[in-house]
């Protein structure tokens, strides 16, 4: 082909094909490389989520020994330091716990109590568990909770009538601190320790504060 115009005319041709070859060619590697980006970003939310997992459960390990450390501490310096009698008058008047809410806590009956009072005789177990009470109520003050007394009779998750009261033992004492300090979701702590709460624990009533301050039950509207 000697036509100089004829051959100009061929090689913007085929510059044009190879233009539209190669276009469409990088939009697909431009979207390749998109592609790659969010897949490899994804990969480091996952990888960041699994590390801030793990982060949160040596966290909350870490809360929950240091807490465990404190009550048994506490126990045993008042256990020490304070006589039964002592021990009773604090929880009765300096805590304002009831006779009767003393005696489901610690699994002994109301003259029990009053023997104890009275006349002492108290068995080690009994004087360490006694000692374990008074440590949680003062924690559970020294972690936030204004009143103890008055919330472990209060419901843990509204609806339903379970209280602290229902679920306190010398081991589920630390579980109850991370509920008043507001570490622990109601239904995460129901789940654990009272697996049967939402069929065997509905409430048609529903707590309020009475005009005295004490909680009181009245029907749900």
């Not at 061929?10 to 980006?37: G, H, K, M, N």
């Not at 023997?115 to 004087?127: C, F, I």
């Not at 409430?203 to 309020?208: D, K, L, R």
């Amino acid at each position: 082909m000697n036509d100089p115009r004829a051959r100009g005319r061929l090689d913007l041709e085929v510059l044009r094909a190879v233009a539209d070859s190669i276009r469409p060619r990088a939009e697909w590697a431009a979207e390749q490389q998109s592609y790659t980006s969010y897949q490899a970003l994804d990969a480091q939310w996952r990888e960041d989520g699994q590390r801030l997992r793990m982060r949160h459960r040596r966290h909350e390990r870490g809360r929950q020994d240091h807490r465990r450390k404190w009550l048994r501490e506490r126990r045993q310096e008042l256990a020490r330091s304070l006589s039964v009698e002592d021990m009773l008058r604090d929880l009765s008047t300096e805590q304002g716990l009831s006779w009767v809410a003393m005696s489901r806590m610690l699994g002994v009956s109301v003259p029990a109590l009053r023997k104890w009072r009275r006349a002492g005789g108290v068995t080690p177990d009994n004087r360490d568990n006694l000692a374990g009470l008074v440590a949680f109520l003062r924690i559970l003050g020294e972690a936030g909770v204004a009143d103890p007394a008055q919330w472990i009779s209060l419901p843990v998750l509204d609806g339903y009538t379970v209280t602290p009261l229902d679920l306190y033992t010398p081991l589920t004492a630390v579980d109850l601190l991370e509920l008043g300090a507001g570490d622990e979701q109601p239904a995460t702590l129901l789940e654990r320790l009272l697996p049967e709460w939402r069929s065997t624990h509905k409430s048609e009533y529903e707590v309020f504060i009475a005009e005295d301050g004490r909680p009181s039950l009245r029907p749900r509207s």
